[in-house]
C-alpha cells in the first residue's frame, strides 16, 4: 500500500477554472504538507497542518485553500487557475514528537498541474 | 526568501568518482538536517539525516557532515554508480513543523 498518495496525477485545465488535488496518508501520522516545486526543481513548502489545524501558513495567494477533514487527509483546492500555478505539487506528512529533532517527511509522487 | 542554500546547482561526475554537495542555513536554531533524493517522476525520499549534537553520519557509501558553528553541512557520495542519478535536497528545520529546503542539486554519474 502506498504510504502517501495523491491524486490526480496529471492534471490539466484552463485558466480560471477551480480544481482540487486529494491527499491520504496511511501511515498515521499527526501532520501533513503541501509543497510546489516549480520549474527549476526548487521545493517549496506552502501549508502545514497538525492534527487537522494549520500550523505554517506561507506567502500563497488565498486562492489556494487546504482542508483537512482529518488528520488522514489533506486536500488543495485552487481557484480562479493561474498561468503561473503550474508546476508539480507534491504532499507529504511526518509524526512530529516533542522534544524530538527528527522530522522524516514522506512524500507523494506528485500532482503535476498544467494550466492552459 | 530562502532559509537554505545549496550548492552547486548541478553535477556531473564519473561513475567511480566521489560528489559532494553543500548547504549553508541561516537560523542557529535549526537542530535537524536532513538529505533527500528525488529520481524522475518520483516524490523526494529521505537518504540520510543528522542532528545538530553530531558532527558527522556514515551509510555506507554516503556521509554527512555538518559544521554547526560555520552553519554548513554537506553530503558525500563515494563510489558513485549511474543509479545515484538524481536531484538531491537538503533542508533544515526551522520549528517542530517547518522544513526548509535547498534549490536542489542535479546529480549525473556518467558511466
Known amino acids: 500500500d502506498t504510504a502517501v498518495s495523491q491524486t490526480p496525477k496529471y492534471l490539466v485545465t484552463q485558466m480560471g477554472n477551480d480544481k482540487s488535488i486529494k491527499c491520504e496518508q496511511n501511515?498515521?501520522?499527526?501532520?501533513m504538507y503541501w509543497y510546489k516545486q516549480d520549474s527549476k526543481k526548487f521545493l517549496k513548502i506552502m501549508f502545514s497542518?497538525?492534527?487537522?489545524?494549520?500550523?505554517i501558513n506561507e506567502t500563497v495567494p488565498n486562492r489556494f485553500s487546504p482542508k483537512s477533514p482529518d488528520k488522514a487527509h489533506l486536500n488543495l483546492h485552487i481557484n480562479s487557475l493561474e498561468l503561473g500555478d503550474s508546476a508539480v505539487y507534491f504532499c507529504?506528512?511526518?509524526?512530529?514528537?516533542?522534544?524530538?529533532?527528527?522530522?522524516?517527511?514522506?512524500f507523494g509522487a506528485g500532482t503535476r498541474l498544467s494550466v492552459l | 526568501g530562502e532559509n537554505v542554500e545549496q550548492h552547486p546547482s548541478t553535477l556531473s561526475v564519473q561513475e567511480g568518482d566521489s560528489a559532494v554537495i553543500k548547504c549553508t542555513y541561516s537560523?542557529?536554531?535549526?537542530?535537524?538536517f536532513p538529505w533527500y533524493k528525488q529520481e524522475l517522476g518520483k516524490g523526494p525520499q529521505l537518504i540520510i539525516d543528522?542532528?545538530?549534537?553530531?558532527g558527522e553520519k556514515k551509510d555506507q557509501r554516503i556521509a554527512v557532515t555538518l559544521n554547526k558553528t560555520a552553519k554548513h553541512f554537506s553530503l558525500h557520495i563515494t563510489e558513485t554508480q549511474p543509479e545515484d542519478s538524481a536531484v538531491y535536497f537538503c533542508?533544515?528545520?526551522?520549528?517542530?513543523?517547518?522544513?526548509?529546503f535547498g534549490a536542489g542539486t542535479r546529480l549525473t554519474v556518467k558511466p
Open positions: 501511515l498515521g501520522h499527526d501532520t
Open positions: 533542508a533544515a528545520k526551522l520549528g517542530r513543523n517547518d522544513m526548509r
Open positions: 537560523d542557529s536554531a535549526s537542530n535537524y
Open positions: 497542518y497538525n492534527n487537522k489545524e494549520l500550523i
Open positions: 543528522i542532528r545538530s549534537n553530531v
Open positions: 507529504a506528512s511526518s509524526q512530529v514528537y516533542s522534544g524530538l529533532a527528527k522530522n522524516i517527511q514522506y
